[in-house]
């Protein structure tokens, strides 16, 4: 199995690896273009790699132990600052991928388990959310199977404006107790 480790903004090409390989994947999955980010210039990857890295954000990349080795699955929780202070802290899930040779292997679990907890333990987010296609059933069952539940909000989906992005929402944390194991090994 591969090791799970943070991003670090010196694995910028790595990260500009991977990025192709998800959007030459699964190009409606994400709103940027293949095009547009093979267009970003070395210095828009240096970047990118530190603000996804940065204080209110964490990526989870899978490699294969070894310093330099290409990532084979990504995973980013980004922290939703609330409109109003007394709101609670909300983290939001994007960019999730695994390379088509390991799906399947348990590689997203152990990305999402461990994304949940560091959206709570670490980025101090009481729910993490999500967007998932709404004929993405494969997808939805996921999340369901891991604590996610459909809140009744959707939007349109960016690629195609006439499908819906169904939001998912998981709570996190439980007051003193921590993070909430539900749904983790369901």
Known sequence: MPRIRRLHSSDWQLLREVRLEMLADTPMAYIESLESA???????????????????????VADA?????????LMRVVLKHPQSPEKPL???LISVYVAPRLRGLGLADELLNEACKAAGEE?????IELGVHEDNARALAFYRRHGFEATGASRAYPQ??????????????????GISRQGLNA
């Open 38 to 60: 093979r267009r970003q210039t070395d210095t828009q990857w240096r970047e990118r790699a530190a603000a996804m890295s940065g204080d209110n954000s964490l990526t989870l």
């Open 65 to 73: 132990g070894h310093e330099g080795s290409n990532f084979c699955a």
């Open 90 to 92: 909300q983290a939001m």
């Open 123 to 127: 980025l101090g987010a009481q729910t």
């Open 160 to 177: 195609d404006t006439s499908k819906r992005e169904l939001t998912m929402e998981r709570r996190l944390a439980d007051g003193a107790t």
